[in-house]
Nanobody, 130 residues
Framework: QEQVVESGGGSVQAGGSLTLNCAASGITVNTYCMGWFRQVPGKEREGVAGIDHVGRTHYTDFVKGRFTISKDNAKNTLNLQMNNLEPEDTAMYFC????????????????????????WGQGTQVTVSS
């Protein structure tokens, strides 16, 4: 059964760091496009970072230079290193995986669209205090 499960969330002060992990089962991360999204109550889920099946990465403007997305193929995990966290980064963070990108399309443009991903985790909470 295909599944992704997030971990690593927590509470930090502004300027601190966290690393989120996403453990995949039933799928192989290095053959999927994968992404991190976040959501706060009352708002839509938004893309934070994406990485395709050959390792090309994409970031939304508000995390560029602070967050790094990566895959650990040996552990079959997706990671998100978050540095210099800001209170505005407070949200539930979700891991997602999809293979739609393997069959054409424009993942470089559409990585932040939820329709690119089939499998979603339950989320991990990140809280940044000022």
């Amino acid at each position: 059964q295909e599944q992704v499960v997030e971990s690593g969330g927590g509470s930090v002060q502004a300027g601190g760091s966290l690393t989120l992990n996403c453990a995949a089962s039933g799928i192989t991360v290095n053959t999927y496009c994968m992404g991190w999204f976040r959501q706060v109550p009352g708002k839509e889920r938004e893309g934070v970072a994406g990485i395709d099946h050959v390792g090309r990465t994409h970031y939304t403007d508000f995390v560029k230079g602070r967050f790094t997305i990566s895959k650990d193929n040996a552990k079959n995990t997706l990671n998100l290193q978050m540095n210099n966290l800001e209170p505005e980064d407070t949200a539930m963070y979700f891991c997602a995986a999809g293979s739609r990108c393997l069959y054409g399309g424009h993942y470089d443009r559409d990585w932040m669209q939820t329709y690119e991903y089939k499998y979603w985790g339950q989320g991990t909470q990140v809280t940044v205090s000022s």
